[in-house]
T-cell receptor, first 114, second 117 residues
């Protein structure tokens, strides 16, 4: 199993550009998450999904959109990139949404907006 | 609101020393779980251990052990006989309800551990 994969690993955007961060998992997990990690900070939840076709906002959703058309994929869309979106983005998945399930993380995407 | 505090920003120890990472949490839930994750320099977060509110045990798994005390809202994590490969940022996280019958993780800011050979 590849686990959780993310592409690209690095990206530089200009202000106002758009892009999609890709995330896929091959563990047949229903729950998937997007986090951002700013320097010296913990991870903050952007969006999450409890299954195909179902998504919901996390703590910091502004400026982002997600979709979940399949169990495996959970892309994160940035529209009109801003310098405040410079961060490392992590995708994660878990078997279920119960509070004892650990989440499995991808390797992250480092995004810089100039 | 949920909150996780890791007061130690950075810790340095000499190899083979034991090191304890502190975590203090706030929650109104009566049933909850806490986690420790490791983020090595490569960047990927790795799950280490889990504790729960209804089984307040101090457990050991290899070189890792944890001390869960509800009375002080603390979930401290100890690495015994530290090794250079333990150098990483360690995050404590609290599982909290996020709606739709799901739970989300609230992370502390992390503690950077450097193990000096």
């Amino acid at each position: 199993n590849a686990g959780v994969t993310q592409t690209p690993k690095f990206r530089i955007l200009k202000i106002g550009q758009s892009m999609t961060l890709q995330c896929a998992q091959d563990m047949n997990h229903n729950y998937m998450y997007w986090y951002r990690q700013d320097p010296g900070m913990g991870l903050k939840l952007i969006y999450y999904s409890v299954g195909a076709g179902i998504t919901d906002k996390g703590e910091v959703p502004n400026g982002y959109n997600v979709s979940r058309s399949t169990t495996e994929d959970f892309p994160l869309r940035l529209e009109l990139a801003a310098p405040s979106q410079t961060s490392v983005y992590f995708c994660a998945s878990s078997y279920s949404g119960v509070n004892y399930n650990e989440q499995f993380f991808g390797p992250g995407t480092r995004l810089t907006v100039l | 609101a949920q909150k996780v505090t890791q007061a130690q920003t950075e810790i340095s120890v000499v190899e083979k020393e034991d090191v304890t990472l502190d975590c203090v949490y706030e929650t109104r839930d009566t049933t909850y779980y806490l986690f420790w994750y490791k983020q090595p320099p490569s960047g990927e977060l790795v799950f280490l251990i889990r504790g729960n509110s209804f089984d307040e045990q101090n457990e050991i798994s290899g070189r890792y052990s944890w001390n869960f005390q509800k009375s002080t809202s603390s979930f401290n994590f100890t690495i015994t006989a530290s090794q250079v490969v333990d150098s990483a940022v360690y995050f404590c996280a609290l599982s909290e309800p996020s709606g739709a019958g799901s739970y989300q993780l609230t992370f502390g800011k992390g503690t950077k551990l450097s193990v000096i050979p």
